[in-house]
């Protein structure tokens, strides 16, 4: 069957009449209902109800339609992917992080692979985790970096690779009451003011769903613009905070805050690199992704080891 011949059929249709399509597709409307009649010879059944000049699409033109716009749409995106496929090695990479990844995991991770592919662009855009899905769905990125959420690892039109598990702990100032107990249960930390980001954070959105999991819901929450602000709030004694343990290395090392597990309560998450099933990834992309997964898990591999160690 002669796919220019569907594709002429589908403007047709799109078009209304023969001879608009005609103007469009550049053919004379005698030629293209000629093309007509053998694509019904072809088929076997009649595509149109004729009433004199009038052309009306029955029910097998509209089975042969909805068939040609999907045939329409798979050679756009054959035409896209031949052209992904073929572009020079200088493809440049998009895609997209939450905040917490962006700040805290990108640079050391960017870092390397542009010492070893400098002539690889690599552009991310840092943003909530809602607004990122966005940016995917809409084809804006070709992958994202996100935090477990039941919306997106547990959804069937993604592919989801996990890339490390990021260690959450309850962190306080140095001169706090939590630092006199022996162990400090979800209870406990009830009556202090909570710091937590913004209403779209996808940490924020992971930490009350822990705590009301176990029935502990904080009496005073203090909204705070990220983890920046939150770390120097601790540290000036305005309350206390669920945090990664990788944001705050540098503020346990120099002894600035205390941090503590708290009993019964896992706050670990994994952290996932996902994209849309249907997207093929150039291969450049797919480089930049295996030198993440190695960079993250070599470097997850070393803090346990020092966190072994303390």
Same mark, same amino acid.
């Given at each position: 069957m002669?796919? %220019?011949? *569907?594709?002429s059929?589908?403007? *047709?249709?799109?078009? &209304?009449?023969?001879?608009?399509?005609?103007?469009?597709?550049?053919?004379?409307q005698?030629a293209l209902? #000629?093309?007509?009649s053998?694509?019904? #010879?072809?088929i076997?059944y009649?595509?149109?109800? =004729?009433?004199?000049?009038?052309?009306?699409?029955?029910?097998? &033109?509209?089975?042969l339609?909805e068939?040609?716009? !999907?045939?329409?749409k798979?050679?756009?995106?054959?035409?896209?992917d031949l052209?992904?496929?073929?572009?020079?090695?200088?493809?440049?990479?998009?895609?997209?992080?939450t905040?917490?990844i962006?700040?805290?995991?990108?640079?050391?991770v960017?870092?390397?692979?542009k +010492? !070893?592919?400098?002539?690889? $662009?690599?552009?991310f855009?840092?943003d909530f985790?809602?607004? *990122?899905?966005?940016?995917?769905?809409?084809?804006?990125?070709?992958?994202?970096?996100i935090?477990?959420?039941q919306?997106?690892?547990?959804?069937? !039109?993604?592919?989801?690779?996990f890339?490390?598990q990021?260690?959450?702990?309850?962190?306080?100032?140095n001169?706090h009451?939590?630092?006199?107990?022996?162990?400090?249960?979800?209870? %406990?930390?009830?009556?202090?003011?909570?710091?937590v980001?913004?209403?779209?954070? $996808?940490?924020?959105?992971f930490?009350?769903?822990?705590?009301?999991?176990?029935?502990?819901?904080?009496?005073n929450?203090?909204?705070?613009?990220?983890? @920046?602000?939150? #770390?120097?709030?601790?540290i000036?004694?305005?309350g206390?905070s669920i945090?990664?343990?990788?944001?705050?290395?540098?503020?346990?090392?120099? +002894?600035?805050l +205390?941090?503590?597990?708290?009993?019964?309560?896992?706050?670990? =998450? $994994?952290?996932?690199?996902?994209?849309k +099933?249907?997207? =093929?990834?150039s291969? @450049?992309t797919k480089?930049? *992704?295996n030198?993440?997964?190695?960079?993250?898990?070599l470097?997850t591999?070393?803090n346990?080891q020092?966190?072994k160690?303390?």
């Amino acid at each position: 069957m002669n796919i %220019d011949k *569907i594709l002429s059929f589908c403007t *047709i249709v799109d078009q &209304g009449n023969l001879s608009k399509a005609a103007e469009l597709l550049y053919r004379s409307q005698p030629a293209l209902s #000629k093309q007509m009649s053998s694509l019904e #010879k072809e088929i076997g059944y009649p595509l149109f109800d =004729r009433n004199g000049k009038k052309l009306t699409l029955n029910k097998n &033109g509209e089975l042969l339609y909805e068939f040609g716009k !999907k045939l329409e749409k798979d050679l756009i995106q054959l035409k896209k992917d031949l052209y992904a496929l073929n572009r020079p090695a200088t493809n440049s990479i998009y895609f997209g992080v939450t905040n917490y990844i962006g700040i805290y995991l990108m640079p050391p991770v960017l870092s390397e692979f542009k +010492k !070893k592919r400098p002539e690889i $662009a690599v552009n991310f855009t840092v943003d909530f985790l809602s607004n *990122i899905i966005d940016l995917l769905e809409q084809d804006q990125i070709s992958f994202a970096l996100i935090p477990q959420s039941q919306y997106t690892t547990d959804n069937s !039109k993604y592919i989801c690779r996990f890339l490390c598990q990021d260690d959450m702990v309850l962190a306080f100032p140095n001169n706090h009451p939590l630092v006199n107990l022996s162990k400090i249960t979800p209870q %406990d930390i009830v009556n202090y003011p909570l710091l937590v980001s913004q209403v779209k954070s $996808a940490t924020r959105e992971f930490i009350f769903s822990k705590l009301s999991s176990v029935g502990a819901t904080p009496k005073n929450i203090i909204d705070m613009h990220n983890t @920046e602000t939150i #770390k120097q709030g601790i540290i000036c004694g305005i309350g206390i905070s669920i945090l990664s343990r990788r944001s705050i290395n540098n503020e346990i090392n120099n +002894k600035l805050l +205390k941090v503590a597990y708290i009993e019964g309560l896992d706050l670990n =998450r $994994a952290l996932y690199v996902i994209h849309k +099933k249907n997207k =093929r990834l150039s291969d @450049e992309t797919k480089m930049f *992704i295996n030198s993440l997964l190695e960079n993250i898990q070599l470097e997850t591999s070393v803090n346990h080891q020092n966190m072994k160690g303390e």
